[in-house]
């Protein structure tokens, strides 16, 4: 059974900073692309960042380049995305996806995903 379960998000300060983690099980964690997607209310759900299966290659949404950082661990099972100079625009939850793609930015080529976690970006 494959599980992805986020963890990391919760209320921060514009400005701030908030590092997501996605524990993976279930699969051969080291062959899959792994992806960060947020949905805000009303709004469809969002790439934000992707990684290659072997950590070589990254990719991001323009609005978060230079702020926010996706990285893996695949002794771990583990992908972590570092968000720093956090916007009230940023507040969504967030859902790590699992692509059997080595590299992809488009959702429909996610095969798992997690249940999401909520960051607000709030003073």
């Known amino acids: 059974q494959v599980q992805l379960v986020e963890s990391g998000g919760g209320l921060v300060q514009p400005g701030g900073s908030l590092r997501l983690s996605c524990d993976v099980s279930?699969?051969?964690?080291?062959?899959?692309?792994m992806g960060w997607f947020r949905q805000a209310p009303g709004k469809e759900r969002e790439f934000v960042a992707a990684?290659?299966?072997?950590?070589?290659?990254?990719s991001y949404v323009e609005s978060t380049k230079g702020r926010f950082t996706i990285s893996r661990d695949n002794a771990k099972n583990t992908v972590y995305l570092q968000m720093n100079t956090l916007k009230p625009e940023d507040t969504a939850v967030y859902f790590c996806?699992?692509?059997?793609?080595?590299?992809?930015?488009?959702?429909?080529?996610?095969?798992?995903w997690g249940q999401g976690t909520q960051v607000t970006v709030s003073s």
């Open positions: 279930g699969l051969t964690f080291s062959t899959y692309g």
């Open positions: 996806a699992a692509t059997r793609s080595s590299f992809s930015s488009n959702a429909r080529t996610y095969n798992y």
């Open positions: 990684i290659r299966s072997n950590g070589g290659s990254t």
